[in-house]
């Protein structure tokens, strides 16, 4: 029995990914921001006075990562956390003007970084692969 990796779509995918997490990486250090940081960052921004657990599954992290990351987002005084009046177990998490400002500078480079990660496909050909990829996790999910 044969299994041709290079026509694997878990390995592909995978390739890719580690290959985007390096660049962005890159990218992201002179601002001491990971790509994970980032996700939570750009989130928060999206909609800011989530929970933790609402954040943890936006960005498809586990609970115990998404709380160290926001430690360490925290302490970096990009956000910061204020009682639950709801839920007195929980915080609704908030981002700060720091944070804010911080989103906004990392905005142009995750955006340059998608279309030099996407240099050669047409806009329908990228529309396609995005559908695609969402397909192949909505299959295993």
């Known amino acids: ?19 985007l997490k390096k660049e962005f ?5 002179p601002y001491d921001l990971t790509p994970e940081q980032w996700s939570i960052l750009n989130r928060l921004g999206e909609q800011d006075g989530l929970t933790q ?4 599954e936006r960005t498809y992290k586990d609970q115990p990562n998404t709380t160290r990351i926001l430690d360490k987002l925290e302490k970096k005084g990009l956000l910061q956390r204020v009682d639950n009046p709801d839920d007195r177990r929980a915080f609704l998490i ?15 480079i995750s955006n340059q970084l998608n279309e030099d990660a996407t240099v050669g496909l047409e806009k ?15 299959n295993l999910i």
Do not use: C, H, W
């Open 1 to 19: 029995m044969n299994f041709n990796m290079d026509e694997s779509i878990g390995f592909i995918i995978n390739r890719a990914s580690l290959a």
């Open 25 to 29: 990486s890159k990218r992201l250090s």
């Open 53 to 56: 657990k609402d954040i943890a």
């Open 94 to 108: 908030f981002l700060t003007d720091k944070g804010k400002q911080l989103r906004e500078n990392i905005i142009p």
């Open 124 to 138: 329908e050909e990228y529309r396609i692969a995005i559908r695609l990829l969402s397909k192949v996790y909505e």
